[in-house]
């Protein structure tokens, strides 16, 4: 089993920066490709980005591709996401999970883990 947490949220100005940190325990962490969503009142779960179980293959979903970056430090059990140009549709919750496999990377479902979230809030 792996519980996930997320940190790094908070209040920024439209163009501004945050970086996400997602810590995982556990010692299976580096055997799950692992992956970030966000939901925003009143809409479903989105997928934003997915990284593979050493880290060389990422994958975004468009609305993010170039401002946004996965990474991860399996010696240190976290997944990281580095928003930068950040703008008001940005604004979420954001939510790591572990991936199971099974149907495309980008449903919610194939993910088998989940942290509670961290909100991100961009002003405009």
Do not use: H
Not at 18 to 40: H, I, K, N, P, V
Not at 99 to 121: F, H, K, L
Request: aromatic share 12%.
């Amino acid at each position: 089993q792996v519980q996930l947490v997320e940190s790094g949220g908070g209040l920024v100005q439209a163009g501004g920066s945050l970086r996400l940190s997602c810590a995982a325990s556990g010692r299976t962490f580096s055997s799950y490709a692992m992956g970030w969503f966000r939901q925003a009142p009143g809409k479903e779960r989105e997928f934003v980005s997915r990284i593979s179980r050493r880290g060389g293959s990422t994958y975004y979903a468009d609305s993010v591709k170039g401002r946004f970056t996965i990474s991860r430090d399996n010696a240190k059990n976290t997944v990281y996401l580095q928003m930068n140009s950040l703008k008001p549709e940005d604004t979420a919750v954001y939510y790591c999970a572990a991936d199971a496999g099974g149907v495309p990377i980008t449903i919610p479902d194939r993910y088998e883990y989940w942290g509670q979230g961290t909100q991100v809030t961009v002003s405009s």
